[in-house]
């Protein structure tokens, strides 16, 4: 047990070698420089790809003895490769991480030391540095009984003027107790079919089922991946406006109901989810718009800005500025001319292509990291 290390990083990956090699760079540099080899384990579990990720992982883990290395025979969906990399930790508590998160190697020290001085706890979570700022208007103190943390977390998802909430699905956000998760895998076993965001159930579940000290970790560690260069090359900039409902909204709603959450959560999770709805909607309706030319980014760029407050006056506003779009587009060119414009957006290359990746993603054959770059 003494050679157990406190933390596991898990890495589910899939299609992202440069990005992985990066990431693993940064890891290995920083566990070395700050002697942390006996504290950490790097756990990477590759879902069946094909450009060479495996191999450059092998090299890593030739180098490093603190480096865990499995391949999938076969792509076994976002969600299993989630659960896999999680069962292939050795440490005390689970750190999942994206492939492509950018890091503050010097800070991971100051999280490993914090979560030895914490040991026992039951999760935690780690603040993105855009969310620095909202996070810290509420989780004032690092460590919460798990009561306490409930209502603060509750109230967070409810009153955070933040519009992406990472603390609702973004994947480097949680640290899980290894040994609870035992029960989960158990329980997991019967699950039929996942909706992608089962990372998230299974940090609501910890919360829901088990007492214990919760840890939130809110220094600069994980820095902003929008203004990352991978951030920027995402290929696929837009969803359409039934898509983006789908899957960030009914698909994490669904979620829910995998494991057995405290209601009080599912209640709170759920009403900030529909109340986004319609402000999403409208929002991507604007950005397909976008693609067939119809609405110039400038313009876009003001609805947008008059939208950022959640107000149903603005998100009205935002509506009627597209509808008039529309009307100005029909009386122009005439009805003839608009369905054309029309028929062209949604028959746009760019659009089948979001529409077939779609297919894949029914299929369950989209996996945790690319699927989220294709969807963003």
């Not at 076994?76 to 292939?88: A, H, P, Q, T, Y």
């Not at 914490?118 to 103190?141: M, Q, R």
């Not at 943390?149 to 409810?158: D, N, Q, S, W």
């Not at 959450?261 to 999403?280: E, G, H, M, P, V």
């Amino acid at each position: 047990m003494s050679n157990r290390p406190i933390l596991s990083i898990c890495i589910p990956t899939f299609q992202r070698k440069e990005a992985l090699d990066d990431l693993l760079r940064v890891l290995t540099d920083g566990i070395k420089k700050y002697r942390m080899e006996k504290d950490i384990e790097i756990c990477v579990s590759d879902n069946d790809s094909f450009d060479g990720t495996y191999n450059m992982v092998s090299m890593y883990k030739k180098k490093y003895s603190f480096i865990r290395l499995r391949k999938n025979i076969e792509n076994i969906g976002c969600d299993r490769n989630i659960i896999n990399v999680l069962k292939m930790a050795r440490g005390r508590y689970c750190w999942l991480l994206n492939d492509h998160a950018p890091l503050i190697s010097k800070n991971i020290i100051f999280l490993v030391n914090m979560i030895k001085k914490e040991n026992p706890f039951v999760c935690g979570l780690v603040t993105p540095a855009h969310s620095l700022k909202y996070a810290k208007d509420f989780f004032s103190e690092n460590i919460y009984t798990r009561e306490n943390f409930l209502e603060i977390y509750k109230e967070y998802i409810t009153k955070t003027p933040e519009e992406d909430i990472p603390f609702l699905g973004y994947i480097s956000c949680f640290i899980l107790n290894r040994k609870k998760l035992n029960v989960i895998f158990r329980k997991l076993r019967d699950v039929k079919r996942y909706y992608y965001w089962t990372h998230l159930s299974i940090f609501l579940y910890l919360l829901s089922r088990f007492n214990g000290k919760v840890i939130v970790y809110t220094d600069p560690l994980i820095l902003d991946e929008q203004n990352t260069q991978i951030r920027r090359a995402f290929r696929y900039k837009i969803l359409l406006p039934h898509e983006t409902l789908d899957v960030f909204y009914v698909k994490r709603i669904k979620t829910l109901k995998i494991l057995k959450i405290d209601k009080s959560l599912i209640k709170a999770i759920s009403t900030r989810l529909k109340k986004d709805y319609q402000k999403a909607y409208v929002k991507q309706m604007i950005k397909t718009l976008i693609l067939d030319g119809t609405v110039s980014r400038n313009i876009y760029e003001k609805i947008e800005k008059k939208m950022e407050a959640p107000s149903r006056k603005k998100l009205l506003k935002g509506l009627y500025k597209v509808l008039d779009i529309i009307i100005e587009k029909i009386r122009r060119s005439f009805l003839r001319g608009f369905l054309k414009s029309v028929i062209k957006t949604l028959f746009n290359e760019r659009i089948q292509r979001i529409i077939d990746d779609f297919k894949e993603y029914e299929k369950g054959q989209l996996l945790s990291n690319e699927e989220r770059e294709r969807l963003r």
